[in-house]
């Protein structure tokens, strides 16, 4: 049987077929019918939103050969030290891995294959609303807050940026067809009370030793924790990891009672991330994995590299 209330989120875009977070990448997610398309937002030294997964330039762009020399003490080449004009120079590819040089998934589109570049929010928007008025089709957008803590300490109030900037292109309500996600549960709550912002909000759970942000999310995923939770927001982005258990079943996956206890207080939960590359013990195929998350667990949504495949596991091709 079809499911058509399982939300199918396109993470960084269509990104298991093109370089994430381009705006290839987000166009095809369209075409292959994903629900919402996923954008992370970081700031540049000139206050513009962009969209890429890291406040880095290094592991997606040839920030180095562009511009020798401005990266920080660590190594890094960081988007708040470059204008918008300057990153979008720049040449955007699919991910590289912990060298620098070979792809983060061999597999994928072939690393320097381009020229793509790295987008604004607004032009996103604008292409995802274009393209929802040519084919009639209302897909969302799920804009993630990008280490809001760390954009404060340079300047930059993020939030609220990201946020005027959904009101400009008509997200105001919790009816609109948007979800703001964020790992920080101090800014979840700023952004809900202190901001007073009406959209859907998301409080992604993470592990402690990931460092995301000042948040202690093995206090997030107890019941408790989740109750508490939901006095702010609407739903949980977890970890798949921490919806099942394998150990000591023979690789079979047993519910931890995470998403039930998510149900319990009100949330609808969207983990992340399903990809052909991280098939789970017991599973077949990408599609058999999904159906299984939404059929004997639950899930409201999944996020996902790849789109169609996780239409084909709630039937929906």
């Known amino acids: 049987m079809a499911d058509s209330q399982t939300l199918v989120i396109a993470h960084r875009g269509a990104s298991g077929y093109l370089p994430e977070h381009t705006l290839e990448a987000k166009a095809y997610a369209h075409a292959l019918g994903a629900d919402y398309i996923e954008q992370d937002l970081v700031a540049t030294r000139d206050d513009q939103v962009i969209v890429i997964h890291d406040i880095h330039l290094d592991r997606v762009t040839n920030v180095a050969s562009l511009y020798p020399g401005r990266h920080r003490d660590d190594g890094h080449y960081y988007a708040r030290d470059f204008d918008l004009a300057e990153i979008q120079a720049l040449a955007s590819g699919e991910r590289r891995g912990n060298d620098g040089e070979t ?5 994928r589109y072939p690393v320097g294959f381009g020229p793509f570049r790295i987008p604004t929010l607004r032009e996103e928007i604008k292409l995802i609303q274009g393209l929802n008025q040519a084919t009639g089709r209302i897909v969302g957008i799920y804009p993630e807050i990008k280490n809001p803590a760390w954009h404060r300490a340079e300047g ?37 009370h202190d901001l007073g912002c009406p959209l859907k909000l998301v409080q992604l759970i993470g592990e402690n030793s990931w460092d995301q942000a000042d948040t202690n999310y093995d206090v997030l995923k107890t019941p408790e924790g989740l109750q508490e939770v939901a006095r702010t927001v609407d739903g949980v982005g977890a970890w798949i990891q921490h919806l099942v258990d394998t150990a000591g079943v023979d690789g079979q996956p047993v519910s931890t009672g995470f998403v039930k206890s998510a ?4 949330l609808v939960v969207h983990p992340y991330t399903f990809q052909v590359e991280q098939i ?15 059929d004997t667990l639950g899930v409201d949504g999944v996020f996902t590299d790849f789109p169609d495949l996780a239409l084909e596991g709630l039937g929906r091709t």
């Open 103 to 107: 792809a983060a998934f061999p597999n």
């Open 156 to 192: 930059v109030d993020l939030s609220s940026l990201v946020i005027d900037q959904l009101h400009d292109f008509g997200y105001r309500t919790k009816s609109d067809p948007v979800f703001l996600q964020c790992f920080d549960d101090a800014e979840v709550r700023r952004i809900r």
């Open 263 to 266: 149900h319990e207080a009100g």
């Open 280 to 294: 789970g013990p017991g599973f077949e195929s990408l599609p058999e994995m999904i159906a299984w998350f939404v």
